[in-house]
């Protein structure tokens, strides 16, 4: 059944003014949206796409199980991302991507995992499920936060934790909880001097960053599809690396199962993985061969993708960054540096995501109904909404408990400016 999809939309966005372009996006007029770290604002093209293709599906008498490997979509994904449709998985979001690069790992009662403590709770709880299974040791190292923070420092916490038995290394491309963007090249290189495997929990990745995957040297990265690349709900980007490159990662492929997978041969193995840059296997498809599945995401997933493409990826990503820039610095005039949990002077660690304490009594920044009470007020009296987070700090007894505020290219500075500004009389008020 093909499907051929056009609407009448600006396809000038490569110069449209951030306004024109805000307009794309279905936002509700009446509300502050800082928080894309949990949800990106759904381009009405992406709706449009999704409910189209839901209702050609509908009641319908083609096959669905050729189209569920979205051999198409993920062909036009994938060189977004610098990666061939061997490599890429569209699933059904990035928690789902990580359970499955961990199930589909060979680890035994001999190996090491190594990963932080700021990691998202999927992170942490499939490696846990990996240990209480098969006995694999997690070694947690906890980040430096706060405006200080260099790239040396958090390659230097992963260098002193690892060990003849570190199998695998784990963290996220930028960190959900300070904010802190990550120096992936660099710790995938100490990784490769160990010969040791690399996962990203790469959920705030896709839509933000114009990255190219195979040359950041990963060998896997689970991403979100409905965070920074405004895709619908449920769709996620799941990359496995299936070709040696030496030049971005010369370690050979590791051994990897494809868990939740309908075309795992009924008998016998798979086809030898390969240990050039030509594949010996689509280990796309084997990820991907899952039975049924949504055409209708998938398809709103690539026309998101598409139009992040006509405004310009690295465009995108500049403009995010800014607003991020902006929104730190403001918290800096209104909160103080010292009140920052994200890092500040190192620009290679910037993410549009900023974690702060927004009360004055140090004490408070471990009062988690406190800050509970602040995001609550913010959402119900002014429609501001941003979220809190929860994160141990080296050397602290106490888990800290930060304000977070998340910009992407529909924002602009005069919202950020209200937003702080409010955020400050309410944190004013409440101390």
């Known amino acids: 059944m093909a499907l051929s999809i056009d609407f009448d ?7 449209a003014s951030w306004e024109r372009i805000r307009d794309i996006f279905a936002l509700d007029p009446t509300t502050t949206h800082l928080n894309t770290g949990t949800i990106g604002a759904i381009p009405h093209e992406v709706a449009e796409t999704y409910e189209q293709v839901t209702r050609e599906w509908a009641g319908g008498l083609a096959n669905i199980y050729p189209p569920s490997l979205y051999p198409d979509y993920r062909a036009r994904i994938a060189p977004d991302f610098g990666v061939d449709q ?58 430096p936060s706060g405006p200080d923070v260099t790239a040396e420092q958090v390659v230097a916490t992963f260098e002193a934790a690892l060990t003849p038995r570190t199998k695998v290394m784990a963290f996220a491309a930028t960190t959900l909880f300070t904010g802190t963007r990550m120096p992936i090249r660099a710790l995938c290189d100490l990784a490769q001097r160990h010969g040791v495997i690399t996962i990203a929990d790469g959920a705030l ?42 030049e971005h990662n010369p370690l050979p492929l590791p051994r990897f199962w494809p868990v939740v997978s309908t075309w795992y041969p009924l008998v016998g193995d798979m086809p030898k993985r390969t240990t050039t840059s030509v594949e010996t296997c689509n280990m796309g498809d084997y990820l991907q061969s899952a039975g049924s599945a949504s055409i ?18 690295r ?26 949990y994200s890092p500040l002077h190192d620009a290679r660690l910037h993410a549009p995501l900023v974690a702060f304490k927004p009360f004055r009594a140090p004490e408070d920044a471990w009062n988690i109904n406190k800050i509970m009470r602040f995001v609550d007020r913010l959402e119900s009296e002014h429609r501001i909404w941003i979220r809190w987070v929860e994160f141990d700090v080296p050397g602290s007894p106490h888990m800290h408990y930060a304000a ?28």
């Open 9 to 15: 939309v600006d396809t000038d966005l490569a110069s």
């Open 86 to 143: 061997d490599e890429l998985v569209i699933c059904h979001n990035a928690t789902e991507g990580i359970s499955r690069i961990i199930a589909g790992l060979d680890l035994g009662p001999d190996d090491a995992v190594l990963t932080t403590s700021h990691e998202c709770f999927s992170v942490l709880s499939n490696f846990n499920l990996a240990h209480n299974r098969f006995g694999v040791r997690v070694d947690l190292v906890t980040l």
């Open 205 to 246: 990745l896709p839509g933000v960053l114009d990255v190219n995957l195979r040359e950041l040297g990963l060998d896997f990265l689970a991403g979100s599809g409905s965070k920074f690349q405004c895709g619908p709900l449920g769709t996620g980007l799941l990359y496995v690396r299936n070709k040696v490159f030496p």
């Open 296 to 313: 209708a995401r998938a398809a709103a997933l690539a026309k998101a993708c598409e139009v992040w493409n006509r405004i310009g990826r």
């Open 315 to 340: 465009r995108i990503e500049e403009r995010a960054l800014e607003l991020g820039w902006y929104a730190k610095r403001r918290v800096v005039q209104l909160f103080g540096e010292s009140a920052l």
């Open 404 to 431: 977070r505020v998340c910009t992407h290219l529909f924002n602009h500075h005069d919202e950020i400016d209200r937003a702080l500004e409010v955020m400050a009389r309410l944190a004013d008020e409440m101390s």
